[in-house]
């Protein structure tokens, strides 16, 4: 059921500062009682903003699957304050996440291990596992401390579109489904985690995200696997064929300029990402008056920060296509290249029908 417009509340709390000043002290507490009843906040963290309900209260998950539109099949991440509170949250704490979180936690990094049984199914999609990372963001932490309890929080935005990197975002997708929204500034990776599955006897990479392959591969010692999509349950989020997608039909194009060219003939106007602003062909084609060219970084995860916010930009452009070129084909850009890939898939009637604004079962 849907409500008055959510306030929004800046959180600042500068590196210097032991302890956060009143204002986002009484944001905090704010916060905190409306979780504590069963409601939703919106919360920044390093990766994009999330979508927040007590993790082990069942009618508070289901309130975020109704407020975003979310199919019941996709699980959810349940964020934690430390190490300690991950174990209580797991059957079983393999050695395989304490070495991977000890390593990277706080961070965007999320390990999948066996459930305890106070997780709900909603936030496991049945299954029998439970995904669970502690964030760096130090003021989301203490919100989780201070409340006591674990966060379910995929990230706030209706289901299937662009994830939220700023506190606009949310209420831009969001409005009066949310109870209150924290604002933290932008996101400083600007992309969804690193997922692992520590459940069999390698780690594997269920989803990638700011920490790459290479790099877990690195500090444990051997390569890491990752894996494709797979039927059955599943036990990481962002794996739906379609995901993070603009509104705006968005294409990954080898010959970006001819596309654009293609475009204009027909009257269309059309964004693009460029990884070439300096090329002449891309200097003629920024002139045309139908056409937003938008330099992005030649760093991955420069991109990574830009690309969320690229995209709700070129969003409001009452544009007819984004066009983005293809990302180096290297490990280091496995994340952009699978955000990319999942926003430019074809939309099912099934993709339709969840971002229609249909209301999900509690």
Not at 138 to 152: E, K, S, W
Not at 205 to 214: D, F, H, M, N, Y
Request: aromatic content about 4%; some cysteine; proline content about 10%.
């Amino acid at each position: 059921m849907e409500h008055a417009l959510p306030d929004t509340l800046p959180v600042p709390w500068p590196d210097s500062a032991v302890e956060p000043p009143e204002a986002t002290r009484a944001a905090l507490d704010r916060a905190v009682a409306l979780l504590a009843g069963g409601g939703l906040v919106a919360i920044p963290t390093e990766t994009v903003y999330g979508l927040a309900a007590v993790a082990v209260d069942a009618t508070a998950v289901g309130r975020i699957f109704t407020a975003k539109g979310r199919q019941a099949a996709n699980p959810l991440i349940v964020h934690v304050a430390d190490t300690a509170m991950a174990r209580g949250l797991a059957a079983e704490w393999p050695p395989m996440a304490e070495q991977i979180t000890a390593h990277f936690w706080p961070g965007p990094m999320t390990v999948v291990v066996p459930r305890a049984p106070s997780i709900p199914d909603a936030v496991t999609a049945g299954g029998d596992t439970v995904a669970l990372r502690c964030p760096a963001h130090r003021f989301i932490r203490r919100l989780i401390a201070t409340l006591g309890l674990p966060l379910a929080a995929p990230s706030a935005n209706r289901s299937l579109r662009l994830s939220p990197t700023t506190a606009g975002h949310v209420y831009e997708s969001l409005g009066a489904r949310v109870d209150l929204i924290l604002d933290g500034g932008p996101c400083a990776a600007g992309i969804e985690s690193t997922v692992v599955d520590c459940t069999g006897p390698d780690p594997v990479i269920l989803r990638p995200g700011p920490v790459t392959a290479e790099e877990l591969g690195r500090f444990l010692g051997s390569p890491v696997a990752s894996v494709a999509d797979a039927a059955g349950v599943a036990r990481s989020p962002g794996r739906l064929r379609r995901h993070y997608a603009p509104r705006t039909p968005l294409e990954v194009v080898t010959d970006a300029p001819r596309r654009i060219r293609q475009l204009a003939r027909a009257g269309r106007r059309a964004g693009w990402l460029c990884l070439q602003p300096e090329a002449p062909v891309t200097r003629s084609l920024a002139a045309t008056a139908d056409v937003v060219v938008v330099p992005m970084p030649a760093e991955p995860r420069d991109y990574a920060t830009r690309l969320y916010a690229t995209l709700h930009a070129l969003d409001r452009r009452s544009l007819d296509t984004i066009v983005v070129d293809p990302p180096p084909a290297d490990g280091a850009w496995d994340a952009v290249r699978d955000r990319l890939d999942r926003a430019s898939a074809a939309a099912t009637e099934t993709d339709a029908d969840e971002d229609s604004g249909a209301e999900a079962p509690e």
